[in-house]
């Protein structure tokens, strides 16, 4: 009690000691611009403040995180180990995949894009149409032409007769659309061997009469131990980056 009460005066003496120390303050106004680069660096602050806000968004929507984060949540279930790995695993293994598979894009837009922005050679419409470039080669290169054309008949576009017809926003669905199946498909084929480990399980239990004996109890080692002794997690991460080449 007496803790709490020590604890309360300190709060309500905070303020008071604040400013008898000089300590610095942040404060945030709207105000007459002086010049016009007080405008764009003001713009380009709120630009930079939404582009953080959907960074989620854009990484999830452009980026092979879709893949990846999908064909690992099957493997986890495959297994049945429930909550092994945990989600936080899961998720920071397909972070840094997606960081390894798109590092030579990134780089690409770095070189082209951001670094001729900032030693300002180049205004911020040329940097932006040169950073869409190679993340367009990207999405083009993992999407199917059948995703592709839905998409442009759903929205009622023209036959394009290249790929620089094609919008970015109609590209971005057809390219997450075709990751879903690719992860989808992957997700199959992982589920194979499992699946074959609890059919045989069963059909032991069941022979001994032993139908009362959950079969995912006995099968979980058995499942564990093939995955172990081929190195599943080696195949796995393999296939998937192999997957985008």
Do not use: C, H
Request: proline share 7%; aromatic share 8%; charged share 10%.
């Amino acid at each position: 009690m007496r803790a709490l009460i020590l604890l309360a005066a300190g709060l309500l003496l905070l303020p008071g000691l604040a400013g008898a120390a000089g300590l610095p303050t942040i404060t945030l106004g709207i105000g007459e611009a002086n010049g016009p680069e007080e405008v764009s660096t003001a713009v380009q602050i709120l630009f930079v403040l939404t582009v953080l806000s959907v960074a989620p968004a854009i990484l999830l929507m452009t980026t092979a995180f879709t893949r990846i984060v999908i064909v690992l949540s099957f493997v986890r279930q495959a297994m049945g180990t429930q909550q092994m790995p945990p989600n936080q695993i899961i998720v920071g293994l397909a972070l840094f995949l997606t960081f390894f598979i798109m590092a030579p894009v990134w780089s690409q837009v770095n070189e082209t894009a951001l670094q001729p922005f900032l030693e300002k050679e180049i205004g911020q419409e040329v940097a932006l149409e040169n950073a869409l470039g190679p993340i367009r080669e990207f999405m083009f290169a993992q999407t199917k032409e059948q995703d592709l054309g839905l998409l442009m008949n759903v929205a009622g576009l023209e036959q394009p007769e290249d790929r620089d017809d094609v919008p970015t926003m109609t590209l971005i669905p057809s390219f997450m659309l075709s990751e879903l199946k690719r992860a989808f498909q992957m997700g199959f084929l992982v589920y194979i061997p499992f699946l074959v480990i609890d059919m045989v399980v069963a059909s032991v239990l069941m022979a001994m009469g032993m139908m009362m004996l959950p079969p995912p109890i006995i099968s979980l080692p058995f499942k564990l131990l093939l995955f172990v002794l081929v190195d599943g997690w080696d195949l796995v991460v393999g296939s998937l980056v192999q997957s985008f080449y």
